[in-house]
């Protein structure tokens, strides 16, 4: 059943990588000073725990000036949210064409560089 999944998950894959612009603000302090110590803080089983219950929200940012397709991504645990970057513009356009509620997003890991998190590859696909 698992390697059913894992291919039914390739299949709907829309996009899978590094995110784009967590060298800029607010994505960079956010990554950094929010994220990092709000994870390290916490025991194995609990980051793991709170990971699982990471909500990944796409939001479509029509007014930005470098891209009308930018789509910015915001990490949600609990009550708290941190803007963290954004989808990489040259899949933009087919993430916008599918739909941002019909799609769903999964982090992969974390992009760490002298113990802080300086990124993040995430998986985008298409919901079933």
């Not at 990588?17 to 803080?41: C, R, V």
């Amino acid at each position: 059943m698992e390697h059913q999944e894992s291919n039914m998950e390739n299949n709907n894959c829309i996009f899978s990588g590094s995110l784009k612009g967590t060298s800029f603000e607010p994505a960079k302090s956010n990554l950094q000073a929010l994220l990092t110590p709000f994870l390290a803080n916490l025991e194995v089983t609990e980051r793991g725990k709170l990971l699982s219950e990471l909500v990944i929200e796409l939001t479509h940012i029509k007014d930005n000036p470098y891209d009308p397709n930018a789509i910015r991504v915001t990490f949600h645990i609990n009550d708290m949210h941190w803007e963290v970057g954004w989808i990489p513009k040259f899949i933009n356009t087919k993430i916008l064409e599918v739909g941002l509620d019909n799609v769903e997003c999964k982090l992969q890991d974390f992009n760490i560089y002298e113990e802080k998190i300086v990124g993040a590859l995430i998986k985008v696909l298409k919901k079933p």
